[in-house]
């Protein structure tokens, strides 16, 4: 039978091991029917820089480029400098400017632009770029201090255990830094994605990536929960943006939490786990396992609500991993 | 019996059949360290002592009718989610094995409740059949021996038709159930 283990946003950001948390991000949109439909659609944008980075709490948009890379320089300087034209680069593209200062039309024509040229006439449209740390950027796996982070790497930022029914998380595992944009028109996460990849080809390497689609939990009171491709209503129980105490004690480190690792403050961890959804199997479950119709979770559980979150899913095997 | 290394939970100690498979086909398993001559024992002789206390109780158990047709389509399941994609028998590649097993399984369920079938939805019978059928044809070809080709030298188009075909299979014998049942 399918194992099922079930994250809540809140675990998945909350109590984690997998990345940390830095700063900023952005959003901007257009009038398109795919950001008319969402909320952070339109002309909206998101500040890449501030108190928190944007993705977390910001209103959770419909699509999702989660991207891990390996480090695969040994220099600090050059992950400094990666980092660095990172940052600008998310910023801008947050503005929904293009990743580079000259573009990706105008400038020399002997040499290639310093943008990938796909969002040419799109707008930021919800736009927020999201980076994070594994613990691999801190030590090695023989444990060996690798740019002169280890001192700081955070207390809790460890690699994951094994959890039953799970498989090959160890690729996910060693990854050292991941991003996720979530934009809110079809096409921006990938092309986005790729001018960062281009950025640190020779610092960083792709390890994985995954694209999402169709915004299945809720991080905002604002936001109604659509269902999920087995048709249950997943991420109702989500601590939302506007419940700032919860949030304050469940997703954000706070400045006193780990004295190792204070640049973390202000920031928070995140697990990510891909999970196999095997839906011809499930689509052939009698109603009375799958209580498909107009339930929005399982029966037993009576309200849906915070207790939805345990309420069991047909997953099964995963691998690696997923942001939600 | 049957746990897979992958299912346990922190604390629970890993026996049964998958245990000895691993350590008879270890090649997948990288760095690993053999069991000795007593824990093989050990391990093979408590799954002996397991499957014949299985098999004395089983044999004093009853089912309905809708135990029956539901444990069909369940062995079918187990088919889609881990013996035609090879997660099964994972040290081994003995999946065909397995799939041939929750077959028969699935057709004697069947076959026991044709009767009933025949009077109640006749087209699905029909159905049914021919689909078990076709599906052991794929299988048929797939024979080595006494046994069966190692799961690595399927090819993909042949993991795609066994696939389909349980597909084919599996999604009428969902209404088995309630056919027999009406």
């Known amino acids: 039978m399918a194992g099922s283990q079930n994250l809540s946003r809140r675990g998945l950001i909350g109590g984690g091991v997998a990345a940390a948390g830095l700063a900023g991000a952005f959003v901007a949109g257009r009038a398109t029917d795919d950001a008319a439909a969402t909320p952070g659609g339109g002309d909206t944008t998101y500040a890449f820089r501030g108190e928190h980075q944007a993705g977390i709490v910001t209103p959770a948009q419909d699509r999702l480029h989660f991207a891990a890379f390996d480090v695969t320089t040994g220099s600090r300087a050059q992950l400094v400098a990666l980092l660095k034209a990172w940052t600008a680069a998310a910023d801008r593209m947050s503005r929904g400017l293009p990743a580079g200062e000259v573009g990706p039309v105008e400038g020399a024509a002997d040499v290639p632009p310093d943008d990938t040229g796909e969002a040419i006439g799109l707008d930021a449209s919800g736009l927020t770029i999201t980076f994070g740390f594994g613990p691999s950027l801190f030590r090695d796996a023989r444990g060996r201090d690798r740019f002169g982070l280890a001192d700081r790497q955070p207390e809790a930022l460890r690699d994951l255990p094994h959890f039953p029914a799970t498989t090959s998380t160890r690729r996910a595992r060693a990854a050292t830094c991941a991003f996720r944009r979530v934009p809110t028109i079809r096409r921006w996460p990938c092309t986005r994605s790729a001018n960062l990849a281009r950025i640190g080809f020779g610092t960083v390497a792709v390890r994985w990536s995954q694209l999402g689609f169709g915004r299945t939990s809720t991080t905002s009171t604002a936001q109604s929960t659509p269902r999920n491709l087995f048709g249950f209503k997943d991420g109702t129980a989500n601590v939302k943006a506007e419940e700032t105490a919860a949030l304050e004690e469940h997703v954000w480190v706070g400045s006193g939490d780990d004295v190792k690792a204070l640049w973390l403050a202000g920031g928070s961890y995140l697990v990510a786990r891909r999970i196999n959804m095997r839906i011809e199997i499930w689509d052939r479950q009698p109603r009375s396992v799958t209580r498909r119709t107009s339930w929005a979770a399982p029966r037993a559980r009576g309200r849906r609500s915070r207790a939805a979150a345990s309420s069991p899913n047909p997953t099964s095997r995963c691998r690696g991993a997923t942001a939600r | ?182």
């Open chain 2, 1 to 182: 019996m049957d746990a897979r290394e992958a299912d346990l939970e922190q604390g629970q100690r890993w026996t049964g059949w998958h245990r000895i498979e691993k350590d008879l086909w270890p090649a997948r398993a990288g760095k690993y360290e053999s069991l000795t001559r007593q824990e093989r024992a050990r391990y093979a002789d408590d799954l002996l002592a397991d499957t014949r206390t299985l098999d004395g109780r089983i044999g004093k158990l009853d089912f309905t009718v809708d135990q029956i047709a539901n444990g069909s389509r369940g062995l079918m399941e187990e088919v889609a989610k881990g013996k035609v994609t090879g997660e099964e028998e994972y040290w081994s590649r003995t999946d065909l094995w397995d799939f041939q097993a929750n077959v028969d399984g699935a057709k004697k369920a069947f076959e026991v409740l044709e009767p009933v079938l025949e009077r109640n939805d006749p087209a699905l019978e029909h159905t049914l059949e021919e689909r078990f059928d076709a599906l052991q044809v794929l299988l048929d070809r797939q024979r080595d021996g006494s046994g069966f080709t190692s799961y690595d030298d399927l090819s993909t188009a042949e993991v795609k038709r066994l696939a389909d075909a349980v597909n084919a299979l599996a999604e009428p014998l969902s209404q088995l159930t309630s056919a027999v049942l009406s």
